[in-house]
């Protein structure tokens, strides 16, 4: 199965700063299906980025993803403070589909 | 606006199965192109992806959990459900339903979670 690495594991940043958030896929994703989800506590993921960088309905253009071989990247560029959670990325290419294991952005 | 919820028990013994319903609004569960799938989350834990049943009653399932996963679809209900048998402590975890539109389309819609704890 592919392994997706999230790094870092947490990320300490301050309103209104550059968040960069980072996937590694252990062998190339298919087609680049690529997703990444905002999860905050007690509820349920919400996709944010799909096609590793086609923003998903109602999602603010402050997210952005890029993608370079199999390395990924989530982007937002400033950040507001309902976007303090943990974000997971996800391949769907290739079954099984499989989650990074979460980058948690908190607030310096 | 898909809408999906799951419903089942939150307290289930070891070694017995343990069941789950996922009920959609808002759009049919038998028609177009998606994957009804299970996805689950471990207390403090990442997610795992555990299956799908397409919308014409094919299924599959993460060799993760071997045999031990079915799934089941009542369109007349709109409802999809998941069962994992031969439960132990590791399977305590938040279970989500959710839609995958099609190949190449990432899970879209999610219910809200229910916790299962597997305990005696």
């Known amino acids: 199965e592919i392994v997706l690495t999230q790094s870092p594991g947490t990320l300490s940043l301050s309103p209104g700063e550059r968040a960069t958030l980072s996937c590694r896929a252990s062998?190339?994703?298919?087609?680049?299906?690529l997703a990444w989800y905002q999860q905050k506590p007690g509820q349920a993921p919400r996709l944010l980025i799909f096609?590793?960088?086609r923003r998903a309905t109602g999602i603010p253009d402050r997210f952005s993803g890029s993608e370079s071989g199999t390395d990924f990247t989530l982007t937002i560029s400033r950040l507001e403070p309902e976007d303090f959670a943990v974000y997971y990325c996800?391949?769907?290419?290739?079954?099984?589909?499989?989650f990074g294991q979460g980058t948690k952005l908190e607030s310096k | 606006q898909v809408q999906l919820q799951e419903s089942g028990p939150g307290l289930v013994e070891p070694s017995a199965t343990l069941s789950l319903t996922c009920t959609v609004s808002g759009g049919s569960i038998s028609r177009g192109n998606s994957y009804w799938s299970w996805i689950r989350q471990r207390p403090g834990q990442g997610l795992e992806y555990i299956g799908y049943?397409?919308?014409?009653?094919?299924?599959y399932s993460n060799p993760s959990l071997g045999s031990r996963v079915t799934f089941s679809l009542d369109t007349s209900k709109s409802q999809f459900s998941l069962r994992l048998n031969s439960v132990t402590a590791a399977d305590t975890a938040v279970y989500y339903c959710?839609?995958?539109?099609?190949?190449?389309?990432?899970?879209?819609?999610w219910g809200q979670g229910t916790l299962v704890t597997v305990s005696s």
């Open positions: 096609g590793a960088s």
């Open positions: 996800q391949q769907y290419g290739t079954s099984p589909y499989t």
């Open positions: 959710a839609r995958d539109p099609g190949y190449g389309e990432p899970l879209d819609y």
């Open positions: 062998q190339s994703v298919t087609s680049g299906y």
């Open positions: 049943i397409y919308y014409s009653g094919n299924t």
